[in-house]
Every structure is written in C-alpha cells, then in structure tokens.
C-alpha cells in the first residue's frame, strides 16, 4: 500500500479530509494503542472518532485508489456524529471496529437486506461480514457468502477477496462436510478466471493471495502436477511485477509474495538474490536479513543462515523478534547444537513475557513454554 497506492497523487484531495497517522504495531511506544485498537489482520485502516476515542469505521486488507475514495466518505460520515443511513449497517460496524466479529453477524446479515446493491456500502458490508464469518470459525457460512456475492461483483476489485478468502474457508472445512467439493471447485473456477481478467486491475498482493489460496487446493486435491504448475504461474507473475516497479520501495514490497512463490515452486534458492538486493536497498530493515535466514536455513546452508539472523536481531523489535529467534532456535537445531537452540529458546521466552499489554501474546509464551518442556537437554546432539 505505502509503495504503490499511497503514493498515488489522485490521494491528495483527502490531505485535509483526516488527521493521517501510521502506526508502527511492532514499535514498544504504539503499545497502548493496540491494545486499545486491537489488529487481527495487516494492514489495518480505521477511521477514528477523536472525541469518543472509538473505531467509527474499519477496514481490513488493502485497498485501491477507489476503494480509499469510498471508504474515506463512508468514515467520514460515520465520525460525523449524524445520524446514520442504515441503522443495521451503524451497529455491526461498531461491534467490528471493537474486535467483536461474531458479534457484528447477525446485523450484517440484516444490513444486507436493506443496502442497494452495487453500493459501497453494500460491498463493504460484504467482505466484513466474510472476514467475521473467517475469524469467527464458521467456514461453511463464508464459502457460501463469496459463492453467492461473486456473481454481482465479479468485475470490482472486491472479487479477489472474496473468491481467494471463499477458498480459503472451503479448505477449511472437514473432507466429508456436505458441498466442499462444489465449492471448493468453484471459487477455483472463479479465481482462476479473475488472474486471468485483462480488463480487472488486481494489486500485486491481491493476484499473490489468490495464486496461494488455488496453490493451496490443489495440494489438498493431492494435485501435484497442478500444484506445481501453478507455483511456477505465481512465479512468473510475481517477478514480472518486480520487473516493473519503478522505486527500491515497489521492488521490495513484492519481498513476501515473491519468498512465497519461491518456496512454492521449490525454487527457494532464487530468493537469495533478491533478498541480499532488498538488504543492499534498505541496511536497516530487519525483513531481508530475517527472510533470508529462513531461506538458508531451507537450503541447509546453517552458517550464511546464522549469519542473516544475527543481522536481522540487531535491527527487529517488538513481537517481531520472536519469529527471527525462532528461526534461530531451528538453524540451531539444524546444526545438531541443542544447547544453543534450548538457549535461543529460552531468550524467546524472556523477550515473550517481557512485552507489554497489547504486545504480548499468552499463547507465544504457552508455546515456547512447551517448546522448552519437550527440549532435549544441552549439549550437543
């Protein structure tokens, strides 16, 4: 979004619309702030009302020129204090601004059933209500929503959210569950279809998550044939969008689709130079070197792999720091010294305990508490 939409200059007629302010979640100061506006999902817009300190409006995933446009309307309206268009609408979207997702169902549903179709609203209410239904573990509800919605919204850019995160809930459900496979054939079918759309302009992020979410049921078909073609599809499409980016800033952002079709294909080793060219772009940012660890550490190449993560843990901060020491604990383990994994581990664990409200994760320090329960002893393997 930083690299590509906001740097869009159709943008500049909301400069005075809004107070503008990025948050960095990983960052100790922004802790409060999270913890009073929990993120389940990055990134994150929220249109704050500053005399109530409550969420007016949410947003969840990227979002193009058009959609910021009505989106900016639709919060500014919210955090007007007027009265509001559609009460149904106005009620979940305060119970999905506080984090209370399954909460916020019942009042999309109704909302829905009032809300002109093609709206903005209308669409908005749409890919909340599919977030909802994922965090909220009802699947079979989100697969049949983004069935049924596609068909008037095959053509917006809202089509790709709601076909790749509709797959993604039918993978989710058990093997035997009534209508997986129709479902799961079909939001393939209409996924398939959008990456092949010249006329809808999809984000790179968005033709990347699509291309993980079809890559993802052809392995659950036990397709290997299919997967791998499709890996090596995501491929060509994702570094023909490297190709084209115009700054170090587009370059890098493609970093994560790019390590993810990598390792898709099987290819990991051509994720080495475009990392140690991100390293060489931006020295101080942790993702190069903490990506790169990684994909050393999947070549078994333990002492470069080391090396990236050192690299990497002089720069990171925040619940960020666990991910690179837990890529260290596993080159460790890896090499065959369990002493300095069972030590990296337990580096975790102090770091895990010591974040603060709003950063710290129970369940990431239950983990490394079992992690550490289950260890071997010190010493060398």
Not at 145 to 173: I, K, M, N, W
Request: proline share 6%.
């Amino acid at each position: 979004m930083r690299a590509y939409v906001f740097t869009d200059g159709a943008l500049t007629r909301h400069a005075g619309q809004f107070v503008w302010l990025s948050i960095d979640t990983e960052n100790k100061k922004n802790a409060a702030f999270v913890e009073k506006y929990p993120i389940k999902a990055w990134p994150s817009f929220y249109v704050i009302d500053a005399s109530r300190e409550k969420i007016a409006l949410r947003w969840v995933g990227g979002a193009t020129v058009a959609e910021l446009d009505k989106l900016f309307a639709e919060g500014a309206h919210a955090g007007s204090g007027k009265p509001a268009a559609d009460p149904a609408l106005a009620r979940a979207d305060a119970l999905y601004s506080e984090g209370r997702y399954a909460e916020s169902i019942p009042s999309y549903q109704a909302a829905l059933k009032s809300l002109p179709k093609g709206s903005a609203s209308h669409t908005r209410a749409i890919e909340s209500l599919l977030f909802s239904y994922s965090v909220a573990d009802r699947p079979a509800d989100c697969a049949a929503l983004a069935r049924e919605s596609l068909a008037s919204l095959r053509h917006t850019p809202a089509a790709a959210f709601l076909a790749g995160g509709g797959l993604d809930c039918a993978l989710q459900l058990p093997p035997e569950a009534p209508g997986r496979a129709a479902s799961v054939a079909s939001l393939e079918k209409d996924a398939l279809a959008l990456l092949a759309d010249p006329k809808l302009p999809l984000a790179a992020d968005d033709r990347s998550a699509l291309y993980g979410s079809l890559f993802d049921a052809r392995e659950d078909a036990k397709d290997a044939a299919g997967a791998r073609k499709l890996a090596h599809e995501w491929v060509a499409d994702m570094d023909a969008a490297a190709a084209a980016a115009k700054t170090p800033e587009q370059w890098t952002a493609l970093d994560p689709n790019r390590y993810s079709a990598y390792k898709a294909a099987g290819e990991i080793e051509k994720a080495i130079p475009m990392l140690e060219k991100s390293e060489k772009y931006f020295p101080n940012d942790y993702n190069p070197p903490a990506r790169l660890a990684s994909a050393y550490l999947s070549l078994k190449r333990y002492d470069e792999a080391l090396a990236a993560a050192d690299r990497a843990l002089a720069l990171v901060y925040g619940p960020r720091k666990l991910r690179v020491l837990a890529t260290k604990a596993e080159i460790y383990k890896g090499m065959g010294n369990s002493e300095a994994e069972r030590r990296t581990v337990e580096e975790a664990l102090a770091y895990a305990e010591a974040l603060p409200p709003g950063q710290k994760s129970e369940s990431a320090v239950a983990s490394l508490k079992k992690r550490l329960g289950s260890a071997p002893p010190g010493g060398c393997r």
